[in-house]
């Protein structure tokens, strides 16, 4: 029984580290101008734009 205790305390150890970290990977892409808000601004300046004398 105490081994299947301590099994069980190291699986929610663990699942608790892992939650944990991506919570904080999470927070690093959604705040603000973080990784979200860089790649949108990066593939915006990657899309080439037409000037207004170009036609298609």
Known sequence: M???FS???C???TLGIIVASMSKINDAI???NG?????VSWIDQA???L????TE
């Open 11 to 13: 699986i929610i150890f």
């Open 2 to 4: 105490t081994k299947l």
């Open 35 to 39: 990784l979200r808000d860089k790649s």
């Open 30 to 32: 959604v705040k603000d």
């Open 47 to 49: 899309i080439p734009t």
């Open 7 to 9: 099994v069980f305390l």
């Open 51 to 54: 000037q207004e004398n170009e």
